[in-house]
């Protein structure tokens, strides 16, 4: 079967987009960041820069709420000790320096000086303790340091404490998502363990105005103390070019656009990948295409047909993951086809291993494994949902490699409730396929768990303890390498490729940058 005969199954089957895979697209890998709009100019720039975003933000207490929304608008208003630089590794923010005992059991952090809050507080030893240790004890990403505690060793001093010698511990406080920011003691008191309703930090803007549903109207700090180093990622200089940010609640796509079109909005987040074509040929609009996560096949290692190796790895040898992927997002200049289950802009993390079984192709191959397996028709099961059309085009495709290379394969659609049920019981799938975001470290990976897909092995716990063991990060990263390659090798998962976000903005706005969501301190609208 032709993939065109495959897409209009698709089409027929429920009203899955066909235009997103018929569009031409523009694809820009990495962090994407155009050069800071102000720093060292003397251009004009507009008072505002408004940003179109998809949902009203059910909070603004980053520790308490694991969303992109959350967490975007969040960076502008607090900051963490720790953050990512545009190659995805650690660097001091609030920070000065920081050194680890020799039993690596302890972490004596410098904090910068005279750092005001937005309340005019000047930041302390006190406000980090309260703040790092309500984090470490509220927010998931801190699960992997659970057992450690900070205190205060003199005002601008204090001391992380881990319960065992781990490599990533700057690495989970420099977090993007749900990440660690630091708060005034006093609106960290006051929650009482809760939500932090007090929306007061250090950060370049200042919460002005929180209308539910319609805005958030961000003030440009005039008390900011920047930090120190040229921009990059999520780290050094934040200029604050647009003196008012106003984060526009517009739900509907067609209306973000519009609103873009008309000149009322500047940014447009998260549109469809299908409207990518007509923003690129929009002489007043330029587009902005960022990797966000992974696109990949999980396979069903404890019950059924696939707890053969012999025939997961015939799985994996008949994939072709170019044609999975255009079927997915599109044509090549809108994903990447790597290995890698990290960024491919992660100088830490990204790896090769188990390439020489990824993206094989290889049907005679997949044949041989089979009957090695002793494979006779058995029905494989492919769990999918028709609410998100690059998970099921892309279930559609596998399916149909998967027969060619003489699998009896059977896909069950459903809503993504339902999909989500049967996918977390292992007596109701062989395979399915997800998309996901990256994770800020490898051993929060959710292949890696056993309650994901099932996967459960002492070799594989090993690989994420001696992970989190290791006393460099050439010693993590050598781990992980071997981690990722024990995946590849017992057949159960693979990614297919890397999948990307789509943004689009006025031509004249400068300074737009990403890293894991839009950073705006240095954007802005040229007058």
């Known amino acids: 079967m032709t993939l065109i005969s495959i897409l209009g199954r698709a089409l027929a089957a429920g009203g899955v987009v066909l235009a997103l895979v018929l569009a031409a697209f523009g694809f820009a890998g990495g962090p994407g960041a155009s050069a800071p709009a102000a720093l060292g100019s003397e251009a004009s720039w507009q008072d505002a820069l408004n940003v179109g975003i998809v949902a009203n933000p059910p909070a603004l207490d980053v520790h308490g709420v694991n969303s992109n929304i959350v967490s975007c608008i969040g960076m502008h208003i607090y900051e963490p000790l720790f953050a990512l630089d545009k190659d995805r590794m650690p660097r001091p923010v609030l920070a000065e320096s920081y050194e680890v005992s020799d039993d690596g059991l302890a972490y004596t952090i410098r904090l910068r000086e005279d750092v005001k809050f937005h309340n005019g507080k000047v930041m302390d030893a006190g406000d980090v303790v309260a703040s790092m240790n309500a984090w470490l004890a509220r927010s998931a990403k801190a699960e992997l340091l659970a057992g450690s505690s900070f205190s205060a060793v003199d005002d601008l001093t204090v001391r992380l404490d881990v319960p065992e010698p781990m490599a990533d511990v700057v690495n989970q406080l420099a977090t993007p998502i749900q990440f660690a920011a630091i708060y005034p003691a006093s609106a960290v008191e006051a929650a009482a363990g809760g939500d932090v309703t007090e929306c007061v930090g250090t950060g370049p803007y200042r919460l002005a105005e929180w209308d539910a549903d319609k805005l958030v109207r961000l003030e440009r700090f005039e008390g900011y103390s920047q930090p120190a180093g040229e921009p990059s990622g999520l780290t050094g200089r934040k200029a604050a070019v647009a003196p008012t940010i106003n984060f526009r609640v517009l739900p509907d796509d067609n209306a973000r656009l519009s609103a873009l079109r008309a000149g009322s909005l500047d940014v447009a987040e998260e549109l469809p990948l299908k409207r990518h074509g007509e923003i690129a040929s929009d002489r007043g609009l330029r587009a902005s295409v ?182 460099t990060p050439e010693e993590a990263k050598a781990a992980w390498d071997e981690t990722q390659g024990l995946l590849y090798d017992c057949g159960a998962a693979t990614v297919l490729g890397h999948y990307a976000s789509l943004y689009a903005m006025d031509t004249d706005v400068e300074g737009f940058a990403y890293l894991r969501y839009p950073v705006y301190w240095n954007a802005g609208v040229r007058a």
Do not use: H
């Open 290 to 471: 960022q990797t966000g996560g992974t696109l990949s096949l999980f396979l069903n290692t404890s019950e059924g047909p696939l707890a053969s190796l012999d025939l997961r790895q015939a799985v994996l040898a008949a994939l072709d993951m170019d044609e999975i992927m255009q079927a997915a997002y599109g044509n090549e200049k809108l994903y990447a086809l790597d290995p890698s289950w990290c960024p491919l802009a992660d100088v830490q993390w990204r790896s090769a291993s188990g390439a020489s079984l990824y993206d094989q192709n290889d049907r005679a191959k997949a044949k041989e494994l089979m009957d090695k397996a002793g494979y006779r028709g058995q029905t494989l099961t492919l769990v999918t949902t028709f609410d998100y059309s690059d998970m099921y085009l892309a279930s559609l495709v596998v399916q149909e490699q998967l027969r060619q290379a003489g699998f009896n394969v059977e896909m069950e659609e459903s809503d993504f409730a339902t999909f989500m049920e049967r996918r977390a019981d292992p007596g109701q799938y062989d395979l399915f396929i997800t998309s996901n975001a990256y994770s800020p470290s490898p051993v929060q990976l959710p292949v890696l768990s056993p309650a994901w897909a099932g996967l459960d092995t002492p070799e594989l716990a090993a690989g994420v303890a001696k992970i989190r063991a290791s006393k």
